[in-house]
Nanobody
Framework: QLQLVPSGGGLVQSGGSLRLSCVAS????????IGWFRQAPGKEREGVVCRTSSGDFTKYLDSVKGRFTISRDNAKNTIYLQMDSLKPEDTAVYYC???????????????????WGQGTQVTVSS
């Protein structure tokens, strides 16, 4: 059974950077589509970025394009989210997710992803 354990959240000033990590166990994550999602208080969970297992397709939320970068290290069975030029509106609980199907990446909807890590808080102060 796939388990995902995130780390790397915290408090950062506006304009700063953070890198989130998510270590997988139980399966080889190389064959899974991956995603990062976030949920702010009072809002629905939204897809920040999703990527296919091969990396041939990546979908970013418009508001994070050019600032956030998803990556994976198959040797470490880990996925990352590099977040630069952070803004107060990026404040949310961030979740990593994975799923065996690549077709779900194009929509990047939380409801489509099967396996989830626990959330990690990211707070950006102004």
């Amino acid at each position: 059974q796939l388990q995902l354990v995130p780390s790397g959240g915290g408090l950062v000033q506006s304009g700063g950077s953070l890198r989130l990590s998510c270590v997988a166990s139980g399966v080889n994550l190389e064959h899974y589509s991956i995603g990062w999602f976030r949920q702010a208080p009072g809002k629905e969970r939204e897809g920040v970025v999703c990527r296919t297992s091969s990396g041939d397709f990546t979908k970013y939320l418009d508001s994070v394009k050019g600032r956030f970068t998803i990556s994976r290290d198959n040797a470490k069975n880990t996925i990352y989210l590099q977040m630069d030029s952070l803004k107060p509106e990026d404040t949310a609980v961030y979740y990593c997710a994975a799923d065996p199907w690549n077709s779900i990446v194009r929509k990047c909807w939380a409801t489509d992803f099967q396996s989830w890590g626990q959330g990690t808080q990211v707070t950006v102060s102004s």
